[in-house]
């Protein structure tokens, strides 16, 4: 499984819980989008996690930035992502970051809104935050493998499934 979190703002600890601290600690693969805030809280993440990926985002530290990059790219049983916190120019900046990455899909954070937009040329996945929702649910999103792809949803802390989608590979 492929855990994707973001938005964390925290000055102490992961601030993981219930099935979003279930499914990084049972994840393959965990995708944080930005916006730890301090050093500790990455070393949390990583920490819970068996193979972590994150990127930095605008409120985090210089020591999160200079041991993680602003974007990435990641795969996950064929399908590659492009990951950042956030760019300027909205669904569209996100696309062309996607397509500049050769990625099949965008996994960006920033907004605190969990949402999976399969409408444009490539899918674009926010988790939202799980712990600091800002009026949104809080959330994260877990992609497991399917024939021909993967299937993805988000899910509160809670364990509450609120959408589901499906990613296709190359």
């Known amino acids: 499984m492929l855990t994707i979190v973001s938005d ?3 000055s102490n ?3 993981l819980d219930g099935r979003t601290l279930e499914a990084v600690r049972d994840a393959e693969l965990v995708v944080h989008a ?19 990926r994150g ?7 210089a020591e999160i930035r200079s041991r993680l990059p602003k974007a990435r790219t990641v795969e996950y049983e ?6 950042t916190h956030t760019v300027r120019g909205g669904n569209t900046a996100l696309t062309l970051f996607g397509k500049e990455r050769e ?8 907004s605190h809104r969990p949402t999976a937009d399969l409408s444009g040329e490539l899918p674009l996945i926010n988790p939202g935050s799980h712990a600091q929702p800002r009026g949104n649910r809080p959330a994260h999103a877990e992609l ?17 499934v609120f959408e589901t989608f499906d990613l296709h590979g190359d």
């Open 8 to 10: 964390t703002h925290s």
């Open 13 to 15: 600890g992961h601030r």
């Open 34 to 52: 930005g916006d730890f805030m301090i050093e500790p809280v990455l070393d949390a993440f990583e920490n819970e996690s068996a193979t972590f």
């Open 55 to 61: 990127v930095y985002g605008n409120n985090d530290d």
């Open 78 to 83: 064929g399908v590659r992502f492009a990951v």
């Open 103 to 110: 990625a099949d899909a965008v996994i960006f954070g920033h």
């Open 144 to 160: 497991e493998p399917v024939a021909g792809g993967l299937r993805g949803r988000l899910v509160t802390p809670d364990g509450e």
